[in-house]
C-alpha cells in the first residue's frame, strides 16, 4: 500500500489555490512520533510504497534520509515544489522511484499561482537531479486553473526534455467556485481533444508521450484500478506528522478521513473504512472514473450542480482518451497495447483522473 509521509505541515512557497504552510494545530510542522513508532508501523507491510510530502517536505530533509535509512519500503516517491533540491544528498535522490515536481506549464503560469522565480527553480531543479544521475521517473506535477491552456501547457513540459511525464489536476470542488464550465468547454476540453490527438499520433509513430491522465485511463481500460482512481482509503493513506493516519493527504481536517494511529493500528485494519458514494457506481464511467477523488466525492463543497459539472468533464475527457485508444487498439491490436499501457506501475501519488 502507499503511505504519504507528511514530514511537516510548514511550506516555503504560498501559491495562489493552496495558500502555504498548514496551520500547525491541524498539521503539526515537526514530527510527534518516534521513528520507530513508524518502523514498527509500516514494516508490516511487505509491499510498502513511501510518498514523502507536506507543506514543504523537503523542509525536513533530515527526516526523510532517516526514515529511508531505517523503513523497509520497496518504493520511494517524493512531491516537492524542488526549490531545496539541495538539502537532501545525492545517494537519497538516486533511490526515490518516483519525483514529482510542482510546475503549473510555461514561466508565467507558474510564476503567477506559485510565485516569482518558481519557475526557473523548478527547471534548475530537474537539471540539477539529471546532472547528479537522477534516472528514475521525473514527473512535472501541475495544477490546472482558469490560466492554464492544458494543451499548450502538458506540450511546453513534454517539450522541454527533462520530464519523462506530465500529471495534472483541476482546481476544482476543494476551492471557492470559479466560472468551471465557461472555461472548461471554450479552453479546457477543445484543449484535450487537441492534447489526445497528439498522443494518438504519437502511439501511432511507435511513440508513447508521457501524459499521465491518459495513460491511467488506458490502464485502467485494460486492467482496472482501484478505487478511487487515487486509492485514497483503499490503497493510499497519509500520515501526519503527530502519527494520525488519514484516507486522503487533502483531508487532514475532516472526521470522515480519521483512521487511527500509528502507534494504535496496523496497516490491514484501514482499508474499506471509507469508500465512493452510491451515486457514483451506478454511474456507468465508474469502472474508469472511479468516482474520479474521494474528498471531493466527500465535501462537495460545489454543491450537487458544480459536483456535476465536474464529472460532465471528467466523462466527455474519458469518452476523448477511449476514442482514441480504440483507433489505435484498431490500428495495432489489442496484445500490443496490453504491453504499452501499463503505467503506472504501482501507484506513484498521480491520482490518475485529473
Ligand atoms: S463521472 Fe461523476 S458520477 Fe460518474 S463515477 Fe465519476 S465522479 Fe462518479
Ligand atoms: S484525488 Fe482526491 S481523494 Fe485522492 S488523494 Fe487526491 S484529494 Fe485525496
Not at 533540491?85 to 506549464?105: C, F, N, P, Q, T
Request: aromatic fraction near 12%.
Amino acid at each position: 500500500m502507499l503511505y504519504f509521509v507528511f514530514t511537516t505541515g510548514q511550506c516555503n512557497l504560498s501559491c495562489k489555490y493552496c495558500g502555504g504552510s498548514f496551520q500547525p494545530e491541524v498539521v503539526p510542522w515537526e514530527i510527534q512520533y518516534s521513528l520507530e513508532d513508524l518502523i514498527s508501523f509500516i514494516s508490516k507491510d511487505k509491499d510498502a510504497i513511501i510518498a514523502f510530502y507536506g507543506g514543504e517536505p523537503l523542509l525536513n530533509a533530515d527526516f526523510i534520509m532517516k526514515v529511508m535509512d531505517s523503513v523497509p519500503a520497496k518504493k520511494f516517491v517524493i512531491q516537492t515544489n524542488g526549490l531545496l533540491v539541495k538539502r537532501l544528498k545525492r545517494e537519497y535522490w538516486l533511490r526515490m522511484d518516483a519525483v514529482l515536481l510542482s510546475i503549473d506549464g510555461p514561466r508565467d503560469v507558474t510564476d503567477y499561482n506559485r510565485g516569482k522565480g518558481v519557475y526557473n527553480a523548478v527547471i534548475s531543479a530537474a537539471k540539477y537531479l539529471k546532472e547528479i544521475g537522477y534516472r528514475g521517473d521525473l514527473i512535472a506535477r501541475m495544477t490546472i486553473t482558469e490560466l492554464s491552456d492544458i494543451y499548450r501547457d502538458v506540450m511546453h513540459l513534454l517539450d522541454i526534455g527533462l520530464f519523462n511525464h506530465v500529471h495534472w489536476q483541476l482546481n476544482v470542488v476543494w476551492c471557492p467556485k470559479w466560472n468551471f464550465m465557461r472555461w472548461a468547454c471554450s479552453s479546457y476540453l477543445p484543449g484535450i481533444r487537441r492534447l489526445v490527438k497528439a498522443w494518438v499520433d504519437g502511439l501511432l509513430q511507435g511513440e508513447v508521450l508521457g501524459i499521465v491522465p491518459f495513460l491511467g485511463i488506458a490502464k485502467r481500460y485494460m486492467y482496472g484500478g482501484p478505487i478511487p482512481p487515487c486509492g485514497a482509503g483503499e490503497e493510499a493513506f497519509a500520515i501526519l506528522p503527530n502519527g494520525n493516519i488519514i484516507a486522503c493527504p487533502i483531508a487532514v481536517d475532516v472526521k470522515w478521513a480519521y483512521l487511527g494511529h500509528i502507534t494504535t493500528h496496523n496497516p490491514f485494519e484501514l482499508p474499506g473504512k471509507v469508500s465512493i458514494s452510491e451515486d457514483c457506481r451506478s454511474c456507468p464511467y465508474y469502472s474508469i472514473c472511479g468516482g474520479r477523488c474521494l474528498y471531493a466525492n466527500k465535501e462537495r463543497y460545489w454543491g450537487e450542480e458544480g459536483f456535476k459539472e465536474v464529472c460532465f468533464v471528467t466523462k466527455s475527457t474519458i469518452d476523448m482518451v477511449l476514442q482514441g485508444i480504440k483507433k489505435v487498439e484498431n490500428a495495432v491490436g489489442k496484445k500490443i497495447l496490453l504491453k504499452i499501457f501499463n503505467y503506472p506501475e504501482y501507484n506513484n501519488t498521480t491520482e490518475i483522473i485529473p
